[in-house]
């Protein structure tokens, strides 16, 4: 069998024409952004959870805002955009779970609850509104006092991967 240059040429060409037509513009992230898709706005995420987390708020928006720059070529606007965060935490609870024998709990669960709505002007099959859910466990011997930067911090990271996930993979 003879090794034909013209037909391996032929065939790498083929694939780089079908990746670059594809519907999408594909980062190292995963991210899908139709090329047409410039802008986005995240709106401030309120804390309406009634839990006292002063910084919450900014945080956690600053952190979305912070994703999707790092992760998408688009560019955060205040104004109209192509697409468009919105939402609110709506619930962050702290449960026992793993009671011992002595009915003392040896572990708490701290969840915390966001409620987010998505608008993608150039394409609303793909727009959203959903409720994203993280929870980490804690020795219940720890105060909340002790444990709360740390947990919020983690479950602000996981929460706004999920987000992005699901306004740019589809996932």
Do not use: H
């Amino acid at each position: 069998m003879i090794f034909n240059i013209k037909r391996y040429l032929g065939f790498i060409f083929f694939c780089i024409v079908v990746i670059q037509s594809s519907c999408g513009v594909y980062s190292f992230t995963g991210a899908s952004v139709s090329p047409d898709t410039k802008t986005v706005k995240v709106s401030l995420i309120e804390n309406n959870s009634g839990f006292a987390a002063p910084t919450l708020s900014q945080t956690f928006t600053e952190s979305l805002k912070q994703k999707i720059l790092n992760s998408t070529s688009l560019n955060i606007t205040t104004a109209d955009a192509d697409l468009d965060f919105s939402g609110s935490i709506t619930s962050i609870n702290i449960t026992p779970i793993g009671i011992q024998g002595n009915q003392q709990s040896a572990q708490n669960r701290f969840e915390v609850s966001v409620n987010i709505n998505f608008v993608n002007s150039k394409d609303e099959k793909l727009s959203f509104e959903k409720v994203f859910k993280r929870n980490v466990d804690f020795a219940a011997d720890r105060s909340i006092d002790q444990v709360q930067s740390a947990l919020l911090e983690q479950i602000t990271k996981e929460l706004v991967q999920d987000i992005f996930n699901a306004a740019f993979t589809n996932w």
